[in-house]
Each structure stands twice: as C-alpha cells, then as structure tokens.
C-alpha cells in the first residue's frame, strides 16, 4: 500500500514553455502532498505544501506565481512549471500523506525536467 | 533550530560491514524520525521511522538508534550488502507544521 505516482516521469521543453507534472496517491486519500525539489548530489527541498481544496503554502524563496500547485481531490496534485527557463531543470519529486501515524510521506519516483 | 545535521557525506564500506549514519537536530519539538533511502534518479523510500519515546527501533537489517537528551539519532546497517549502495537522507518532522526537515544526506557505497 501507500503507492504515489508521478506523471511524466522524465520531460524535455523548450525555454518559455509550461510544463505541468502530475502526483497520484494510487492506494489511499492523501489530505496532504508536498512538492520537493532536488538538485544532483543535493538534499531535498520543500517547495510547497498543499492541502485538498485549499491554496497551496509556498517556503520563502519559492515563486508561487512561476511554481502553480493544483490540490483538486484527494489523489491528484498538480505542479504546474509556467515559462520554464534552464535553471528550472531538475528533479521534483512529490509525496503525500493522509495514512498511518505521524503523518508519514510516502514519495513518488520523481520527474526530471530538462529545459532547454 | 530548523536543522537536521548528517554526517558522514560518504561513506564507503566492505560487504557485512556495519555503516552508521549520525543526524543530529535542535528543535524539541520534533516529533518523528524517519529514513529515507534514494537511488538515483528515483524518489526517496521510507526505510525505518522512530518516535522519540524509543530508543531503538529494527526492522530486518536496519536499526535506528535514538538519544533523546543528546538529541541525535543513527541508522546502522546490519551484514550491508552491495544493494544497499544509495543515498540515505535522515528526516524529522515537526506534527505541528506536518513538514518534514531533511538531512543533506549520505552517499554510501558497499564494496563487494
């Protein structure tokens, strides 16, 4: 159980372009997910917690307009990258939470984003 | 107070030998502890989790050891095997915020 699934896996754009990346919670209601960034050989980065139905909460630093986060069920959570630009490139990688106690984070196999 | 500081950056071991990670944290509010483990290019897989009412928790080869007054916390990896090769991210999670604060990481290999 606890299975989150990330959707492409792997994207290639053009500068100025969108790029919407799509979280699944397969086996369970996530109340919660949370969009991470990661850039090579570095730790995780919170970008944005987003509860169902409600705005998402950007970290400081985070441009909400530029990083659009969609939380519309209780399975899906879009993170929505709008006029991509090369230094957008990297890895995010999503994870959710709604089961077990303390809240764990399961996480999903992440998207590379290549902008070019 | 937000931290949660890991060390080593790497690591490199024998087969069977027993890597042991350290995280150490600040903020008494923190309330689970888990593991992650990442290879690369995947996401991060929870491996061991522990609250701060015990000091150790094992599940297979992996153990957490926790110091509460110390405020650190160690993975140790029993008779490590060349699959275990990954990076490994110590966590803590304030239930307040519901945010999980990462460690920078271990990179470990385990030579065959």
């Known amino acids: 159980g606890a299975v989150v699934s990330q959707h492409p896996s792997r994207v290639i754009c053009k500068s100025g372009t969108s790029v919407k990346i799509e979280c699944r919670s397969l086996d369970f209601q996530a109340t919660t997910m949370f969009w991470y960034r990661q850039f090579p050989k570095q730790s995780l980065m919170l970008m944005a917690t987003s509860n169902e139905g409600s705005k998402a909460t950007y970290e400081q630093g985070v441009e909400k307009d530029k990083f659009l986060i969609n939380h519309a069920s209780l399975t899906l959570s879009t993170l929505t990258v709008t006029s991509a630009h090369p230094e957008d490139s990297s890895f995010y990688i999503c994870s959710a939470s709604g089961t077990g106690d303390f809240n764990e984070q399961f996480f999903g196999p992440g998207t590379r984003l290549t902008v070019l | 107070q937000q931290q949660v500081k890991q060390s080593p950056q790497s690591l490199i071991v024998q087969k069977g030998g027993i890597p042991i990670i350290n995280c150490a944290y600040e903020n008494t509010a923190f309330d689970y502890f888990p593991w992650y483990q990442q290879f690369p290019g995947k996401g991060p897989a929870l491996l061991i989790a522990?609250?701060?009412?015990?000091s150790e928790k094992k599940e297979g080869r992996f153990t957490i050891s926790f110091n509460k007054s110390a405020k650190q916390f160690s993975l140790h990896i029993m008779d490590s095997q060349p699959g275990d090769s990954a990076t490994y991210f110590c966590a803590a999670n304030d239930g307040g915020y519901n945010k999980l604060i990462f460690g920078a990481g271990t990179r470990l290999a385990v030579h065959p």
């Open positions: 522990i609250r701060p009412d015990v």
